[in-house]
Structures are given as structure tokens and as C-alpha cells.
């Protein structure tokens, strides 16, 4: 059967859907409304980025819990180029590097760089763990300290966040250099301009007015140029300080070492920096929305099993025995995925199965997308899809729900490999997630947020820190 939906009018009908995209209906509703009209869950669509600047949006949208796994499916779906649609930013904005976001899987490269990353996070795991923790100490001391000068009466945490995101990340990779000695308090900045530009095209919506927005960000793409300092800075302090890492990958792995060195800022800064900074906020937002009584319960699980010992080591002995921090994290990943859309394009022709059991045919190179916002939020799969139920993966029959959550590319219960697309620090991930909400609930008995929260910026009201009848039942209990 053909796939639904219509492109409309070249250029002009494209245009028409990417301000439907992000002005007028918005990202989630811009699909349901298409899902509704065309009465189906694969459709064709058109894409952001659009004409002038991005001349083939034409693609279809895969919607559904049983049409959208196909994107992971590698004998049907190559990734070459493909990790942000139809757009693909210069490689001026990598060192002149084709980094492994763009590599599919049939590329030679593209297994040697996975593996390079694999042993990154081997060599330097549990440091990762460590400098998380010693960072998130210091952002809370800092909201702590905000608190008890009574200037404020709440604080908004998005800017300690992108600190902690930004200091851990570059101190794990680098053995502990200490990025504020270069940088100043700067370093979050001097990424976030380089990804910003980088990936303008395909931004969600920022603050400036649509006009501007759309002409300044939108329309072409930006040149590499603009941020070529700040990138520069960037890699130069890797390059200064994580020489440990670029010779494993020039003696181990075969990399020349400004191969090594571009896929490492690619790895700190949009797989890492991007991705926690859009994980964390949500993470506390959800969490600290929740009633006290779930905090409590929460808070009793982990102080439980690892009694007043925060350390990194005593979170991983005892990360089994805290079931509802694993079900709570994996919801908040399930309802807020940090990355919402994950792209593919057709190797060759084949049959895509939809939601409701219809079959469409898909043509080689054609270009396909599924947003996970929508994926996630599957009726079939899930009740109340758009409620925060941190519950919801406890038990057999919610374990039966992990294989149903797709923040990774790929299942939840799926594990990633050289030969797959999937997150390469898929179960890191999860484990730093974890390891956020631990620190909160050894600290604090219940944090209040501000009516102004919003999953991308939660602003603290109050936190209310453990008492010392809770610490004598944690030894009690521990
Ligand atoms: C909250 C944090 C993170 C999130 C949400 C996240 C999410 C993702 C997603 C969705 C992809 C697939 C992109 C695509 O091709 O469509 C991906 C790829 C990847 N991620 Fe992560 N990631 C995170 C952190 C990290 C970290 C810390 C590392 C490494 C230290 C990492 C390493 C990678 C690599 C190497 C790939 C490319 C895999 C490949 O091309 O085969 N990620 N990540």
C-alpha cells in the first residue's frame, strides 16, 4: 500500500510544515494533527530543515510502537549522514573529521571509532562516576548557599546544571584538568555556541522572535567559521590534556590522532554535554514534582540500600537494590527522551508494518523518521501515555515495558555493539541518571519546585535536608 500524506507544493508547502513545526501547531501536535487527517501513524511529511537553504525535506514519519523499530533495523536502514534528518552539518564544524554520528554501520571506520569510544568509557568509568559526584556536591552547596543568603526565594538550577554537565564530562576524559582554569566560568558557553550554530537548522524553538529566528537560524546553513574559536579552545584543551585517550586511539585503534581528537570533542560536547543537559533538568523536574509521599518512598529506597555512604563506589554495589530509582529514571527517560527524533534512510526497497496491522512500501533512499515523544507516548503500549507514573516499570509486567522505550536508538532492552547504531553509552547513561537522583534523596527528604518549573528549567523552592531521625534509621536499616 502507498504510505499516506501528501508533500504539497514544492518549496512552498515545506515551508508551510516547518512553521506549522515551530511556531504555529508545535513538534508534538504538528504530528498528531497529520496522524489524525491522514488517518494514519506512517505518513509522508515533510521534514525540517526546508527550502531555501535545505532542498530535500520530503521523508516519511513512522509513529507507532511497531513501525518506528525499523529505524534500528540495519539491513533496512542506513545511517550514512544521516543523524539529524536530511541535514548534515560541514565537517569544518568537526576539524574537517566525519565524526561516527555520520558513519553507518557498513563503513569500516565506523566500528574502530565505537570500539575507540567503548574503551573510553572502560578506561575512564569509574572516574566518571567520581567527577559526577564531586560535581553535583559543589552545585548543590552552590543552590544550598543561595538559599541560605535568603535573596532569592527560589532558584533556578538550569545554569549549575550545564556547569555539572560541562566540568564532568571534560575532567573524566582528560584525568581530572580542571576546565575553569582556561575557560574561566565560560566553558559551558563556548559549547553550547558551537553546538548551537552547529545545529541551528534543526534547534527547537529559542527565544528570539520568530522572524528573526527563522531568518538568522533556519534558512541556510550557518557557516562553521563563526565558532571556529570557541571550538578551537575547546579541542586544544583536550588536545593539551587528554593525550592519554588520543594515543589509545592512535596506538590501539589505528586513528590518526586529529581523528582522535574530533570524535573525542563530539563525544564530550553533543553526545555528553547535549545529551545531560537536557537529561538532568528533566530528571529533577519530574522527581521533585512528584508528592512528598512518593519522595519519601523514593528517598527510603536509596538512603536503604546504601545507608548514609553517597560514594560512587557504595551507588554501584548497591544499584540492584534500588528498583524504583531504576523504574523512576527510565520514565522520566520514556516521558522527556532528551533526543526526540531518530532518522534512517531506506538501503532498499521493503514493507513497514504500521501500528494498526497495514502494510506500506518503503522505497530505497527514501528518507524515514519517528519522534520518540510520540513512540513513547504509544497508547497501545501505555497507559495514561502523557502521566508521569514513576512506577510504571516495576514488576514482571513492567520489566515486560522496557523493550518499549526507545531513548537510545534502540529498545531499552537492546544492547549496543559496533555492528548497531544504539547509544554507545546507553547503560552509562542510565546509570548516571540514577546516580543524579541518588545524590538528591542522601541529601534532601523531599525538594519543593517553583510554580515557574518547566521539565527544561526547574527552579528550586525549597529543599528540605535529611534529618537526623532519618540518618540514625538509614544505619539502622543500612
Ligand atoms: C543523556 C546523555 C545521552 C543521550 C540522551 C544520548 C543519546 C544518544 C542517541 C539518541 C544516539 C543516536 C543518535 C542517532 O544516530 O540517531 C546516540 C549515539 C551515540 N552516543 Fe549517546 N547519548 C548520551 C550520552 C552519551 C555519552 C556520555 C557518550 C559517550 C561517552 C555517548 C556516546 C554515543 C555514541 C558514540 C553514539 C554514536 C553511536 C553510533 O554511531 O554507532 N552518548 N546517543
Given at each position: 500500500m502507498?504510505?499516506?500524506?501528501s508533500?504539497g ?6 515551508i508551510k ?9 508545535g513538534?508534538v ?6 496522524v ?7 505518513l509522508?511529511?515533510?521534514?525540517i ?8 525535506p520530503?521523508?516519511i ?5 511497531r513501525?518506528?523499530p525499523?529505524l534500528f533495523?540495519?539491513?533496512?536502514v542506513e545511517?550514512?549522514?544521516v543523524f539529524v534528518g ?14 561516527l554520528a555520520?558513519?553507518d554501520t557498513?563503513?569500516?571506520?565506523h566500528?574502530?571509532l ?6 573510553i568509557l572502560k ?6 562516576l ?6 553535583m556536591?559543589s552545585a548543590l552547596a552552590?543552590?544550598?548557599?543561595e538559599?541560605e543568603?535568603?535573596?532569592?526565594n527560589?532558584?533556578a538550577v538550569?545554569?549549575?546544571l550545564?556547569?555539572l554537565a560541562f ?8 584525568g581530572?584538568a580542571?576546565?575553569s582554569?582556561?575557560f ?5 558557553l563556548?559549547?553550547?555556541?558551537w553546538?548551537g ?9 529559542t527565544?528570539l522572535?520568530?522572524?528573526i529566528?527563522?531568518?538568522?537560524l533556519?534558512s541556510?546553513?550557518?557557516?562553521p ?17 587528554a593525550t ?5 586511539g592512535?596506538k590501539?585503534?589505528g586513528?590518526d590522532?586529529e ?5 573525542l570533542?563530539f ?5 555528553g554535554?547535549?545529551g545531560?543537559?537536557r537529561?538532568?533538568p ?6 521533585a514534582s ?5 519522595q519519601?518512598?523514593l528517598?527510603?529506597e ?7 555512604d553517597?560514594?560512587a563506589?557504595k551507588?554501584?554495589?548497591a544499584v540492584?537494590?534500588m ?5 523512576t529514571?527510565l520514565?522520566v527517560?520514556r ?6 527524533y ?5 538501503r532498499?526497497?521493503?514493507v513497514?508494518e504500521s501500528?494498526?496491522g497495514?502494510e506500506?512500501?518503503i522505497?530505497k533512499g527514501?528518507?524515514?523518521?519517528g519522534?520518540q515523544a510520540l513512540?513513547c507516548r504509544?497508547p497501545?503500549?501505555f497507559d495514561s501515555?502523557?502521566?508521569f507514573?514513576p ?11 522496557e523493550?518499549?522505550v526507545?531513548w537510545s536508538?534502540?529498545r531499552?532492552t537492546?544492547?549496543t555493539?559496533s555492528?548497531?547504531?544504539q ?6 547513561v ?6 543524579f ?5 542522601l541529601?534532601y527528604?523531599s ?6 518549573s518547566?521539565?527544561?528549567s526547574?527552579v528550586?523552592?525549597s529543599?528540605?535536608?535529611?534529618s537526623v ?5 538509614n544505619k539502622?536499616?543500612a
Open positions: 502507498e504510505v499516506p500524506g508533500y507544493v514544492p518549496w512552498l508547502s515545506a510544515d516547518k512553521l506549522d513545526f515551530h511556531y504555529i501547531q513538534e501536535e504538528f504530528f498528531k494533527s497529520r489524525k487527517k491522514y488517518k494514519s501513524t506512517v509522508k511529511v515533510n521534514f530543515p526546508t527550502p531555501p537553504g535545505f532542498p530535500n520530503a521523508g514519519a513512522l509513529l507507532d510502537q513501525s518506528f525499523v533495523d540495519n539491513s533496512k545511517k550514512r549522514d536530511s541535514y548534515k552539518p560541514s565537517d569544518a564544524f568537526t576539524g574537517g573529521v566525519r565524526t555520520y558513519l557498513e563503513e569500516e571506520k566500528a574502530r565505537k570500539e575507540f569510544v567503548f574503551q578506561s575512564t568509568g569509574p572516574r566518571f567520581s567527577e559526577f559526584e564531586a560535581e556536591a552552590g543552590v544550598e548557599a538559599m543568603s535568603g535573596t532569592k527560589s532558584i538550569s545554569s549549575k550545564l556547569d566540568n564532568f564530562m571534560v575532567k573524566a576524559v582528560t581530572g580542571d576546565p582554569s582556561q574561566g566560568s565560560y566553558g559551558p563556548l559549547m553550547q555556541l553546538i550554530v552547529q545545529f541551528a537548522p534543526i534547534s527547537p524553538r527565544q522572535p520568530a522572524v529566528e527563522e531568518l538568522l533556519r541556510f546553513p550557518l557557516p567559521l563563526i565558532v571556529r574559536w570557541p571550538y578551537d579552545r575547546i579541542a586544544g584543551f583536550l588536545s593539551d590534556n592519554a585517550l588520543i594515543d589509545m592512535e590501539q585503534f586513528l590522532r581523528e582522535a581528537l574530533h570524535n570533542v563525544v564530550v560536547g553533543v553526545n554535554f547535549l545531560f543537559s537529561m538532568l528533566s530528571l529533577l523536574f519530574y522527581v512528584q508528592s512528598e509521599a512518593f519519601q518512598r528517598g527510603g536509596i538512603r536503604g540500600a546504601m545507608g548514609d553517597g560514594s563506589r551507588f554501584m554495589a540492584e537494590r528498583p524504583l530509582l531504576k523504574s529514571v520514565e527517560m516521558i522527556a527522551p532528551p533526543v526526540l531518530q532518522y534512517g534512510r531506506a532498499r526497497e521493503f513497514v501500528g494498526d497495514r506500506f512500501l522505497r527514501e528518507l524515514l523518521g519522534s513512540v504509544d497501545t503500549v501515555p502523557d502521566e507514573v512506577d510504571r516499570f516495576l514488576g514482571a509486567q513492567g520489566r515486560e515495558l523493550r518499549c526507545f536508538n534502540g531499552n537492546d544492547s555493539s555492528a548497531n547504531k547509544c554507545g553509552a546507553k547503560d552509562f542510565e546509570t548516571i541518571g540514577r546516580l537522583v541518588a545524590q538528591l534523596y541529601r527528604e525538594i519543593e519546585l517553583g510554580p515557574d518547566k521539565p527544561d526547574p528550586i523552592k529543599l528540605r535536608k535529611i531521625a532519618t540518618r540514625t534509621g539502622v536499616s
